[in-house]
């Protein structure tokens, strides 16, 4: 079946303009993670879904960034006034439950480019 | 301090060379780790999931071992194929909380021919 998907696969953006990056889960999956991953770092936990929860912001590095979930399935992460510090790739993982032994499956990402 | 540490930061190997790649963790309580392969301009995808009464998983050519007592696991690649060139990230999940993963920072394999 299909994957995760993102979109775009690459943005190129000014510093101070508004970005909206795109991920659509695995059919069926009730929680989605948000992650950054910046060059020679790890992965960095940004916000968190689970069904009709309140999402777990806690990773969210500033009030310029936030992200929502529309009807339990597509999610838009947004990164208002982009600072150059933003450029990394955005990564969207998904999983069944939440449960420590789930698999999250991450889609390919988006590499955002701040100029 | 993270607390999930990867070595070596990178390596170069020879084509149908073994390898293996090594993961210190912190995290408490354990819960489980896995090891993600991570081409470039892909998202990572699992290989392994160890929990902690496993002590080794293997998946073709790749083998994890998970010492649960010294907190250590490691990822060995047998007859390395230029395929295996990729990201060789570590992650280990707590037993609490939600779901939430510690990443480590990943080994860099390249395979030469």
């Known amino acids: 079946g299909a994957g995760v998907s993102q979109s775009p696969s690459n943005k190129v953006t000014e510093k101070g303009k508004d970005v909206e990056l795109r991920c659509d889960p695995i059919s069926g999956h009730t929680a989605l993670y948000w992650y950054r991953q910046s060059l020679g770092q790890g992965l960095e936990f940004l916000i968190y879904?689970?069904?009709?929860?309140?999402?777990?912001k806690s990773g969210l590095p500033s009030d310029r960034f936030s992200a929502e979930r529309t009807g339990g399935s597509v999610s838009t992460l947004t990164i208002q006034r982009t600072q150059q510090e933003d450029s990394a790739v955005y990564l969207c993982?998904?999983?069944?439950?939440?449960?420590?032994?789930?698999?999250?499956?991450f889609g390919p990402g988006t590499r955002l480019t701040v100029l | 301090k993270n607390q999930v540490e990867q070595s070596p930061q990178s390596l170069i190997i020879l084509e149908g060379k073994n390898c293996t790649l090594q993961c210190n963790y912190t995290v408490s309580p354990f819960s489980n780790l896995r090891w993600y392969k991570q081409d470039t301009g892909r998202g990572p995808v699992s290989l392994t999931i160890m929990t902690f009464s496993e002590n080794t998983k293997s998946n073709g050519r790749y083998t994890a071992t998970l010492d649960a007592d010294t907190k250590q696991s490691s990822l060995h690649i047998t007859a390395s194929q230029l395929s295996d060139s990729a990201s060789y990230i570590c992650v280990v999940s707590a037993s609490e909380g939600n779901n939430r993963l510690a990443f480590g920072k990943g080994n860099q394999v390249v395979v030469i021919p």
């Open positions: 993982a998904s999983s069944y439950r939440t449960s420590a032994y789930n698999e999250q499956f």
């Open positions: 879904f689970q069904g009709n929860s309140a999402p777990d």
